[in-house]
């Protein structure tokens, strides 16, 4: 937290538990981008949420990126010493920044993958568990 307290944006942490859902719905509506920072999440309804309204998402897991106009699969986060990650995060937010991206198209695409008939469709068709735990 204290690499990105260094910088010119505009911080705001929510940690699980400790926020109420009009918080999360004010930050996503209010919000560009989000670090997730969670190891291994088998749900991320919250994450879910907030990408619903075409917020970026950065995160350590790969199956929490819907493509790649909005979301980052950040490995680095994983590190005892994320300045890697913080490093690549950081120059990626300034990249997309720069381009200016329609959050509204993003949202919709988010939507769309998010559906709950979609979660229905992974378990059903096996296909969460054979693209991530398939050796």
Same mark, same amino acid.
């Given at each position: 937290?204290?690499?990105?307290? &260094? =910088?010119?944006?505009?911080?705001? *942490?929510?940690?699980?538990? %400790?926020? =109420? ?8 509506? %209010? ?10 999440? =088998? &749900?991320?309804?919250? $994450?879910?949420?907030? +990408? !619903?309204?075409?917020?970026? =998402?950065?995160? $350590? ?36 920044? !720069?381009? /200016? ?7 919709? +695409?988010? *939507? /769309?993958? !998010? ?10 068709? %096996? %296909?969460?568990?054979?693209? /991530?735990?398939?050796?």
């Amino acid at each position: 937290m204290s690499l990105l307290k &260094g =910088t010119n944006k505009k911080i705001k *942490q929510l940690n699980y538990g %400790n926020y =109420t859902r009009e918080d999360e719905l004010l930050l996503a509506n %209010n919000s560009k981008f989000i670090i997730y920072f969670s190891f291994y999440d =088998t &749900g991320a309804i919250a $994450l879910k949420e907030l +990408q !619903n309204y075409g917020v970026i =998402t950065f995160t $350590l897991q790969k199956d929490l990126v819907i493509n790649d106009e909005s979301g980052y699969y950040i490995p680095e986060l994983e590190l005892d010493d994320i300045t890697l990650a913080f490093n690549k995060i950081i120059k990626i937010i300034e990249e997309i920044s !720069n381009k /200016n991206p329609d959050s509204i198209k993003i949202a919709k +695409q988010n *939507q /769309n993958f !998010n559906r709950c008939e979609r979660a229905l469709d992974d378990i059903c068709n %096996n %296909n969460y568990y054979i693209k /991530n735990y398939k050796k």
